[in-house]
T-cell receptor, first 112, second 117 residues
Framework: GNSVTQMEGPVTLSEEAFLTINCTYT??????LFWYVQYPGEGLQLLLK?????DKGSNKGFEATYRKETTSFHLEKGSVQVSDSAVYFCALRMDSSYKLIFGSGTRLLVRP | DVKVTQSSRYLVKRTGEKVFLECVQD?????MFWYRQDPGLGLRLIYF???????EKGDIPEGYSVSREKKERFSLILESASTNQTSMYLCASSLLDDKGGSKNIQYFGAGTRLSVL
């Protein structure tokens, strides 16, 4: 079946460090891919998305590129801030469905 | 902005109680969803509704039911709460049709943390 695998957390970084959170997927076909972020005590918010191969999603300094050849959608940010501390979820959705399939989430902690 | 409101942030219930979790959205979205979130498991879909009085089972519907009597409101019901239903419950909504690509985006409420003792 379709699934999403994320790197285990927590990821702990110092402020201004470079961030990569790995996400790979398994899907029969070509899904749309998403990163959602959950700040402490809040629900999930869409961070960025990509709907076809080689698309790059970007928002708030975060980027992710849809790589069909490696079935990946890794999240990157060049310089993290304390305010980026949150749980990040990678997700996919097939065109034939409204259902989102989520990874297990990766907690990011950024220290001053 | 889309607003998805869950009626309670925290609930404590006893085993065997009937529990209602309420969700309201204000953007006239056709689709509404209930997920549960557990550490290490991400979000798992419980039920989904694409119209009033319409529902579909998600991945883990056992022990739950839902009600959608009005377009803006989607209720999750635990008929007889059990301790293994202690979890964070998240409601979401989205558009049915692809109006400028918005179909892909689900908007989430802040969640209800339910403890069943």
């Amino acid at each position: 079946g379709n699934s999403v695998t994320q790197m285990e957390g927590p990821v702990t970084l110092s402020e201004e460090a470079f961030l990569t959170i790995n996400c790979t997927y398994t899907a029969t076909g070509y899904p749309s891919l998403f990163w959602y972020v959950q700040y402490p005590g809040e629900g999930l918010q869409l961070l960025l998305k990509a709907t076809k191969a080689d698309d790059k999603g970007s928002n708030k300094g975060f980027e992710a590129t849809y790589r069909k050849e490696t079935t990946s959608f890794h999240l990157e940010k060049g310089s993290v801030q304390v305010s980026d501390s949150a749980v990040y979820f990678c997700a996919l959705r097939m065109d034939s469905s409204y259902k989102l399939i989520f990874g297990s989430g990766t907690r990011l902690l950024v220290r001053p | 902005d889309v607003k998805v409101t869950q009626s309670s942030r925290y609930l404590v219930k006893r085993t065997g109680e009937k529990v209602f979790l309420e969700c309201v959205q204000d953007m006239d979205h056709e689709n509404m969803f209930w997920y549960r979130q557990d550490p290490g498991l991400g979000l798992r879909l419980i039920y989904f509704s694409y119209d009033v009085k319409m529902k579909e089972k998600g991945d883990i519907p056992e022990g739950y039911s839902v009600s959608r009597e009005k377009k803006e409101r989607f209720s999750l019901i635990l008929e007889s709460a059990s301790t293994n239903q202690t979890s964070m419950y998240l409601c979401a909504s989205s558009l049915l049709d692809d109006k400028g690509g918005s179909k892909n985006i689900q908007y989430f409420g802040a969640g209800t943390r339910l403890s069943v003792l």
